[in-house]
């Protein structure tokens, strides 16, 4: 039943996209520096449970399965196929998913402009039903319109998590279906940002890495690693694991920049690493705090607000005693 409206939704999208598009660069390049959309309601697609849902069931239970996969059930042939979500997942603090965030918004933004809204419940849970168009970008020409519309893998969208005002930006467009060869029709943020995936967690900004760290002596593989590695590593990769994007077609789009920042020594391959970005001088100058504070140009959006940040401050006073690689 809500898979027929689901149909004929993404043939009205496919319809909006078409008309729109052909004023929108709308790819990962095109979309690297857009603005977070503003002016909607915050959360106005939030799913709601399904008809046939009770509280006795485990699909009428927006707060379980915290961290995993959702699209595995809620899709047209998983165990919950009456309740088919077009985005959800859960949202954590940090990469390490120590502690969900309640009250954080998830935002989408189609090909065709349209803005989906959700936020987080108690457990970090989010998920919606509200259709995403169908990207002609993505279209494949063996098909016709009408099964390109259908098709799961058109639906690009980018994403933004904004947290009060820090906002982090997902750099690539993905798509609704699984990658190309995938009989996949679903997408859940948990496919790529579980807890213990190599992306680690969907996190928000705002919050320490660690716990606490120390006032000096700071070490670059106890403080400063986990740092990056919760902030940064996701994209800042060696060369030989450079994350690029194809899209659409015949394009090559690398969102790395060339900077591996997954080690101390960069990768002999990559363009600048660490000791680029940093200056003992004067540590406030220097990239690796500069780069991603809040109100600058940052493809991966702000990690802290202010100079105060804890993170910011730990890294700080390691380059203030040296950058030592201890």
């Not at 982090?168 to 798509?175: D, K, Q, R, V």
């Not at 003992?280 to 220097?286: L, M």
């Not at 959006?301 to 105060?308: F, K, Q």
Request: glycine share 10%; net charge negative.
């Amino acid at each position: 039943m809500r898979f027929n409206k689901y149909i004929v939704s993404l043939l009205v999208g496919f319809t909006l996209s078409t008309s729109i598009y052909a004023e929108t660069e709308f790819t990962p390049e095109g979309m690297q520096w857009a603005e977070v959309p503003s002016g909607h309601e915050i959360g106005k697609d939030n799913g709601e449970l399904s008809d046939d849902a009770t509280a006795g069931k485990t699909a009428g239970n927006q707060f379980h399965m915290t961290g995993e996969d959702c699209g595995i059930c809620h899709s047209p042939l998983g165990k919950a196929s009456d309740s088919i979500f077009t985005m959800s997942g859960t949202l954590y603090k940090d990469r390490a998913s120590r502690e969900p965030l309640q009250g954080a918004e998830i935002i989408l933004q189609d090909s065709a402009g349209k803005v989906i809204s959700m936020t987080t419940n108690e457990s970090g849970n989010f998920f919606t039903y509200e259709p995403i168009s169908s990207d002609p970008q993505a279209w494949d020409e063996t098909l016709t319109d009408e099964e390109n519309a259908k098709n799961p893998r058109t639906l690009r969208y980018k994403a933004w998590v904004k947290n009060g005002d820090l906002v982090n930006s997902m750099i690539t467009l993905a798509s609704v279906g699984g990658s190309p060869g995938s009989t996949t029709e679903r997408m859940s943020c948990g496919m790529h940002h579980a807890p213990f995936n190599s992306r680690g967690a969907l996190m928000a900004s705002g919050f320490p890495t660690l716990n606490s760290y120390p006032k000096e002596n700071l070490s670059f593989k106890k403080h400063v690693m986990p740092i990056l590695k919760n902030r940064c590593k996701s994209c800042h990769l060696p060369e030989a694991a450079r994350p690029w994007v194809e899209y659409p077609k015949g394009t090559k789009y690398a969102y790395g920049g060339g900077l591996d920042l997954s080690s101390y020594v960069k990768d002999v391959n990559s363009e600048s690493g660490i000791e680029d970005m940093i200056n003992i001088e004067n540590p406030d100058a220097s990239d690796l705090l500069v780069s991603p504070m809040y109100g600058t140009k940052h493809g991966g959006g702000a990690s802290w607000r202010n100079t105060e940040d804890a993170d910011y401050q730990a890294i700080r006073q390691w380059i203030s005693e040296g950058a030592k690689n201890n």
